[in-house]
């Protein structure tokens, strides 16, 4: 884990937003010697940080990486809850199941887990979620809202629309949400959500929000079996996007949707959601554990819960399923 000086460093320098700032000053804010300043610039350094030191300027600091380590994600991290702690693999088999142990162990709310690869990514309906190496974004988030648990499936679609507006804020991409759980660019999969929670019957402990990215894989780094239904960001962009960079953008619209989440419920969000979903409007395919229904996706409830009305005019309420647009 990181040191509490380490991330007062970052911070200051994601402050200084590229501005050079003094030995001096790094060493007033952070409540250090300027040695002591200057021996965690150094670590930066060997940690692959490229650092320009001017003579009466000072340092500035930037990152060329494009890892997802604690560094690389704090240095311009501007959230206060998301990310307050950040554990970083190199690999695992799912992040979703290391952010399950910290929340039990009592993680703070904001706790992110990122990894470079899992070996065994989970996504929904027990499906494997391919996450190869230094390619996407493979990240869980641990959440403490005081909520009841049928509460839970809005999460899923207030991420997606933090996701969404994160790829449109950095990217000239629209990609567009499919109920519930997944984000496409051009008709393929870009991006899927796995909400998972602690709870008992009437009350939530924790929500895990696993969010896997394909953002600058090739079309060669896809099996074969997904290359009709997946793509990723840098195939559709044409070039490669920085990963720590759209962590950034995703923990900072997810904070402030979260906020307003707390403060007026889900219905502005509710709207927000409807404007980047495919669904709705059109006529659908839902095939749910026990039956398949057909019809026009109306729009979804105030829980989340998404509505078909079939050709007999009946309105079905969709809490899971595939959909078929
Ligand atoms: C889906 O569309 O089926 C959901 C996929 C969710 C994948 C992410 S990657 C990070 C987190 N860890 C996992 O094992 N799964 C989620």
């Known amino acids: 884990m990181q040191s509490p000086i380490r991330k007062r460093l970052l911070e200051a320098f994601t402050n200084a937003n590229g501005e050079f700032l003094s030995g001096q000053a790094l060493a007033d804010i952070l409540g250090c010697s300027r040695t002591a300043v200057w021996k965690h610039i150094e670590e930066l350094r060997k940690e692959g940080f490229e650092l320009e030191a001017v003579r009466k300027k000072g340092y500035r600091i930037i990152s060329t990486m494009d890892r997802v380590t604690e560094n690389e994600i704090r240095l311009g991290l501007k959230t206060s809850k998301l990310g307050s702690m950040i554990q970083y693999l190199d690999t695992i088999d799912s992040t979703q199941k290391v952010a399950h142990q910290l929340a039990q162990e009592g993680c703070p709310e904001g706790t992110i887990v990122v990894a470079e690869e899992q070996t065994n990514g989970r996504g929904r309906l027990t499906r494997h979620w391919h996450s190869p190496k230094f390619t996407g974004i493979w990240m869980s ?162 829980e989340g819960v998404l509505k078909i009305q079939d050709k007999n005019g009946v309105i079905h309420d969709i809490y899971s399923a595939d959909i078929e647009v």
């Open 141 to 302: 988030i641990v959440l403490r809202p005081k909520l009841p648990p049928f509460k839970a499936p809005q999460f899923t679609l207030i991420t997606a629309v933090a996701v969404v507006q994160a790829i449109e804020q950095l990217c000239d991409l629209q990609p567009e949400i499919k109920w519930p759980n997944d984000i496409l660019i051009k008709g393929k999969k870009v991006t899927g959500i796995l909400t998972e929670l602690q709870a008992d019957s009437d009350k939530i402990h924790s929500i895990i929000i696993g969010i896997g990215i394909n953002v600058n894989q090739t079309r060669e780094d896809f099996p074969e079996e997904l290359h009709s239904v997946a793509t990723s960001i840098a195939i559709e962009n044409g070039g490669k996007l920085s990963r720590s960079i759209l962590i950034q953008q995703i923990l900072a619209n997810l904070e402030k949707y979260y906020q307003i989440y707390l403060e007026k419920g889900f219905a502005p969000l509710k709207l927000l959601w409807e404007s980047y979903a495919i669904s709705i409007g059109k006529d659908i395919i839902a095939r749910t554990v026990n039956e398949v229904i057909a019809g026009k996706a109306i729009g979804i409830s105030d």
